[in-house]
């Protein structure tokens, strides 16, 4: 941080100036740098560095985060660097976390320190502050750090949704099972009187995915730069929903990060590790020419060097599949590809409804009437109709995004919808679609920003709702709406819920009002309408399970299979040069000892081809990551072998990983059949007794298709 900077100052006769700059309360090394010019050019520079302490110093050493149910020291030093013995006063203060004793005397020589352990326990699921005080008769020194308690157990997330239309009612479901920590259970009910609302509403969980390959990067700001041009010409106001002036800045970070990202042959895989997909790169590629026609900057010569590769590929039909060739001839007419289309011949009659989407989307910008006439009477006869709506994609099982239904189902939108606006299954489609939300967005980012770029065209032609809602839970009325009153197309909705028996376990700080009403088993939502006019309701439930096991999927057996395991490493001395190399031993889970280096070795299994596999691994709280492992050589080990083995490029199976203040995070683009293993270095640090999360293998877009490792305690000691 730089607290102080002047280009003005002059020197008097003797070349010198005097100025006052006030320090920060910061414990802290500051370096101050002069530069000087003569009036003849001849320059200078020098440093000096400033170090700001205090007599009286007091730390304190608590973990990244910790998890609900985690016992652990917390570590007080007090430093007297006094010349005289001081009698100190230290007092613990915390929020968030129970503590055993608060207040201690203690005696510390000059020039001395001392340590002093309290007992902390994590019970609440919060934001948990922890200050401490050091007090003598001439000094005294305090520090606070605030860091997040967190739930324990397997993530369950459960979504529902439907429109009810005029004076219907409808009600949604969500099943609690027994036994769930209530501090974890969370129920986030949206009702939206238009589709506008509903979008913008999805954008704000596209902003904030916490990954960020290839398609997340596009998927979190190229569908808002459409939905805000879209209520632009409109002349919508929803200036409470999205800021302008951040709409620039999300697209210059975006464009940035996928400079980085790109290959070096110009096109794009999922991340940097990988090869140029076809896919990916035509996506991107259609995201900035979006971009640009929206008049947004884009950096020319990453667009330039990707249409290279991207007309390369199509050239020389580089594609995994047909509905992949399809998506890149409507990427290329789009760019003004026209010549390209003249040697596209008729698709033979064999494609999937999201092929033929595709095509129609292509035919659509080139003006090919054949070609328009003969997918819309595809699409017409292809539509799955049931219960007064519309969907395409037979199956009902899927974790390809070839077969998603969503998906499909937005694309055939976003077709039909340009080449016959009023065909008269485009409104039994966007109910389906709509039905699909779960929560405030669909299942998937891509879901999510397909579904927005499929409906672009229907938001322009939506009639205002003057419909009047009831939301009831369990037989309590929550909220009362009269949408005639929403005068903005942003005004959706929302709730957030909680169970009864949520008790103020922290005083005041929480809220125990009249959205406390779930309850263990069936939870019962209603909606009742009146007046005319559509309303979107949608829920999403969280909550997680202590221990228990879950159905590793419930479409049959896991789709993964994970292994978690601890090794001990030891240091031994080998050769004649004295060089070193670690042994690794198995750890009990209770014998772990601060100081300690750990290797964790996690095994996934899959009797399957799988492909886009998000892996999220927690680590026990009083732990920290060793990442840079250059001096380890493990014995037996062939990823630890020294900083020759692995240093400047990249030779892992998987795609990419990072290192979270509370897991170990890694992707894969492709995994085939049979046994991969991974592994990383902890070192233990803060005594305690701390509860770990299963490591946890699923399918990024279709997440309920995963499996998990077994539920851990371990105890550090001193």
Same mark, same amino acid.
């Given at each position: 941080?730089?607290?102080?900077?002047?280009?003005?100052?002059?020197?008097?006769?003797?070349?010198?100036?005097?100025?006052?700059?006030?320090?920060?309360?910061?414990?802290?090394? @500051?370096? =101050?740098? /002069?530069? %000087?010019?003569?009036?003849?050019?001849?320059?200078? +520079?020098?440093? *000096?560095?400033?170090? $700001?302490?205090?007599?009286?110093?007091?730390?304190?050493?608590?973990?990244?985060?910790?998890?609900?149910?985690?016992?652990?020291?917390?570590?007080?030093?007090?430093?007297?660097?006094?010349?005289?013995?001081?009698?100190?006063?230290?007092?613990?203060?915390?929020?968030?976390?129970?503590?055993?004793?608060?207040?201690?005397?203690?005696?510390?020589?000059?020039?001395?320190?001392?340590?002093?352990?309290?007992?902390?326990?994590?019970? @609440?699921? =919060?934001? /948990?502050? %922890?200050?401490?005080?050091?007090?003598?008769?001439? +000094?005294?020194? *305090?520090?606070?750090? $605030?860091?997040?308690?967190?739930?324990?157990?397997?993530?369950?997330?459960?979504?529902?949704?439907?429109?009810?239309?005029?004076?219907?009612?409808?009600?949604?479901?969500?099943?609690?099972?027994?036994?769930?920590?209530?501090?974890?259970?969370?129920?986030?009910?949206?009702?939206?009187?238009?589709?506008?609302?509903?979008?913008?509403?999805?954008?704000?969980?596209?902003?904030?995915?916490?990954?960020?390959?290839?398609?997340?990067?596009?998927?979190?700001?190229?569908?808002?730069?459409?939905?805000?041009?879209?209520?632009?010409?409109?002349?919508?106001?929803?200036?409470?929903?999205?800021?302008?002036?951040?709409?620039?800045?999300?697209?210059?970070?975006?464009?940035?990060?996928?400079?980085?990202?790109?290959?070096?042959?110009?096109?794009?895989?999922?991340?940097?590790?990988?090869?140029?997909?076809?896919?990916?790169?035509?996506?991107?590629?259609?995201?900035?020419?979006?971009?640009?026609?929206?008049?947004?900057?884009?950096?020319?010569?990453?667009?330039?060097?990707?249409?290279?590769?991207?007309?390369?590929?199509?050239?020389?039909?580089?594609?995994?599949?047909?509905?992949?060739?399809?998506?890149?001839?409507?990427?290329?007419?789009?760019?003004?590809?026209?010549?390209?289309?003249?040697?596209?011949?008729?698709?033979?009659?064999?494609?999937?409804?999201?092929?033929?989407?595709?095509?129609?989307?292509?035919?659509?910008?080139?003006?090919?009437?054949?070609?328009?006439?003969?997918?819309?009477?595809?699409?017409?006869?292809?539509?799955?109709?049931?219960?007064?709506?519309?969907?395409?994609?037979?199956?009902?099982?899927?974790?390809?995004?070839?077969?998603?239904?969503?998906?499909?189902?937005?694309?055939?939108?976003?077709?039909?919808?340009?080449?016959?606006?009023?065909?008269?299954?485009?409104?039994?489609?966007?109910?389906?679609?709509?039905?699909?939300?779960?929560?405030?967005?669909?299942?998937?980012?891509?879901?999510?920003?397909?579904?927005?770029?499929?409906?672009?065209?229907?938001?322009?032609?939506?009639?205002?709702?003057?419909?009047?809602?009831?939301?009831?839970?369990?037989?309590?009325?929550?909220?009362?709406?009269?949408?005639?009153?929403?005068?903005?197309?942003?005004?959706?909705?929302?709730?957030?819920?909680?169970?009864?028996?949520?008790?103020?376990?922290?005083?005041?700080?929480?809220?125990?009002?009249?959205?406390?009403?779930?309850?263990?088993?069936?939870?019962?939502?209603?909606?009742?309408?009146?007046?005319?006019?559509?309303?979107?309701?949608?829920?999403?439930?969280?909550?997680?399970?202590?221990?228990?096991?879950?159905?590793?999927?419930?479409?049959?057996?896991?789709?993964?299979?994970?292994?978690?395991?601890?090794?001990?490493?030891?240091?031994?001395?080998?050769?004649?040069?004295?060089?070193?190399?670690?042994?690794?031993?198995?750890?009990?889970?209770?014998?772990?000892?601060?100081?300690?280096?750990?290797?964790?070795?996690?095994?996934?299994?899959?009797?399957?081809?799988?492909?886009?596999?998000?892996?999220?691994?927690?680590?026990?709280?009083?732990?920290?990551?060793?990442?840079?492992?250059?001096?380890?050589?493990?014995?037996?080990?062939?990823?630890?072998?020294?900083?020759?083995?692995?240093?400047?490029?990249?030779?892992?199976?998987?795609?990419?990983?990072?290192?979270?203040?509370?897991?170990?995070?890694?992707?894969?683009?492709?995994?085939?059949?049979?046994?991969?293993?991974?592994?990383?270095?902890?070192?233990?640090?803060?005594?305690?007794?701390?509860?770990?999360?299963?490591?946890?293998?699923?399918?990024?877009?279709?997440?309920?298709?995963?499996?998990?490792?077994?539920?851990?305690?371990?105890?550090?000691?001193?």
């Amino acid at each position: 941080d730089a607290i102080y900077w002047n280009p003005l100052l002059r020197t008097d006769e003797k070349g010198e100036v005097k100025i006052k700059i006030q320090l920060p309360d910061n414990l802290t090394t @500051w370096r =101050t740098t /002069a530069r %000087v010019i003569t009036d003849d050019t001849q320059v200078g +520079e020098t440093r *000096a560095k400033i170090i $700001t302490t205090k007599d009286l110093l007091v730390r304190m050493e608590l973990p990244r985060f910790m998890s609900v149910g985690d016992e652990l020291l917390i570590a007080t030093t007090v430093h007297n660097y006094l010349d005289t013995e001081k009698e100190v006063t230290l007092r613990l203060k915390a929020k968030g976390v129970e503590l055993e004793g608060s207040e201690k005397q203690v005696t510390i020589p000059a020039n001395g320190e001392m340590r002093v352990d309290w007992k902390a326990n994590a019970k @609440w699921i =919060t934001d /948990a502050t %922890v200050s401490v005080e050091a007090l003598t008769n001439e +000094e005294s020194d *305090a520090m606070e750090l $605030t860091i997040p308690v967190q739930p324990y157990g397997l993530e369950i997330v459960k979504g529902e949704s439907l429109a009810v239309q005029d004076t219907d009612n409808g009600i949604l479901e969500f099943e609690l099972p027994r036994g769930i920590d209530p501090a974890s259970v969370s129920l986030k009910l949206n009702a939206d009187n238009s589709i506008s609302s509903a979008l913008l509403a999805s954008l704000e969980d596209l902003i904030g995915y916490p990954y960020g390959c290839v398609e997340q990067t596009m998927s979190r700001f190229l569908p808002t730069v459409i939905v805000s041009n879209t209520l632009d010409k409109l002349g919508t106001d929803y200036s409470s929903t999205i800021d302008k002036m951040e709409i620039q800045k999300m697209v210059d970070q975006g464009f940035k990060r996928l400079g980085e990202l790109q290959h070096k042959d110009g096109g794009w895989g999922w991340w940097s590790h990988d090869g140029s997909h076809p896919f990916m790169t035509a996506y991107v590629l259609y995201g900035m020419q979006i971009a640009n026609e929206s008049g947004l900057k884009v950096k020319q010569a990453v667009f330039e060097k990707a249409k290279k590769k991207f007309r390369q590929q199509v050239e020389a039909e580089q594609h995994d599949d047909p509905t992949t060739f399809a998506y890149q001839m409507m990427v290329a007419m789009h760019l003004g590809y026209d010549e390209l289309w003249e040697k596209v011949k008729m698709p033979n009659g064999n494609e999937g409804a999201y092929e033929q989407a595709l095509w129609l989307q292509a035919a659509n910008i080139v003006g090919d009437k054949k070609m328009q006439e003969h997918m819309l009477a595809r699409l017409s006869d292809n539509a799955v109709r049931e219960g007064g709506v519309a969907y395409w994609g037979d199956k009902k099982f899927y974790y390809r995004w070839q077969d998603d239904r969503v998906e499909t189902t937005a694309n055939v939108i976003k077709a039909i919808s340009e080449a016959d606006p009023d065909n008269e299954l485009l409104f039994d489609a966007v109910q389906w679609i709509m039905r699909q939300r779960k929560g405030n967005s669909w299942h998937n980012t891509r879901q999510t920003a397909m579904t927005v770029y499929g409906l672009q065209e229907i938001i322009k032609r939506e009639a205002d709702s003057n419909s009047m809602v009831e939301i009831w839970v369990n037989g309590k009325k929550i909220e009362a709406l009269d949408w005639a009153l929403e005068k903005e197309l942003s005004n959706g909705k929302s709730w957030k819920l909680q169970p009864e028996m949520f008790t103020a376990s922290m005083g005041d700080e929480i809220d125990l009002s009249k959205y406390n009403v779930l309850r263990e088993g069936k939870n019962k939502v209603e909606i009742k309408q009146t007046g005319k006019g559509i309303t979107y309701l949608s829920g999403r439930m969280r909550y997680f399970r202590d221990g228990i096991p879950e159905n590793k999927t419930e479409y049959g057996e896991p789709t993964f299979t994970v292994e978690r395991e601890y090794y001990k490493l030891s240091l031994q001395e080998t050769g004649k040069d004295g060089g070193k190399k670690y042994v690794k031993e198995k750890m009990k889970l209770n014998e772990w000892k601060s100081g300690d280096d750990i290797l964790v070795k996690v095994k996934l299994s899959s009797k399957n081809e799988r492909e886009y596999i998000l892996v999220e691994d927690p680590i026990p709280a009083g732990c920290e990551f060793i990442r840079n492992t250059d001096a380890y050589v493990i014995d037996g080990e062939n990823s630890y072998q020294g900083r020759s083995r692995r240093h400047g490029y990249w030779n892992y199976w998987y795609t990419h990983s990072e290192f979270r203040d509370d897991k170990f995070a890694m992707t894969v683009t492709r995994m085939g059949k049979g046994d991969f293993e991974y592994s990383y270095l902890l070192k233990a640090q803060i005594p305690g007794e701390y509860k770990v999360s299963p490591a946890v293998a699923q399918l990024m877009y279709y997440p309920e298709f995963r499996g998990y490792s077994d539920f851990t305690k371990v105890s550090i000691t001193d």
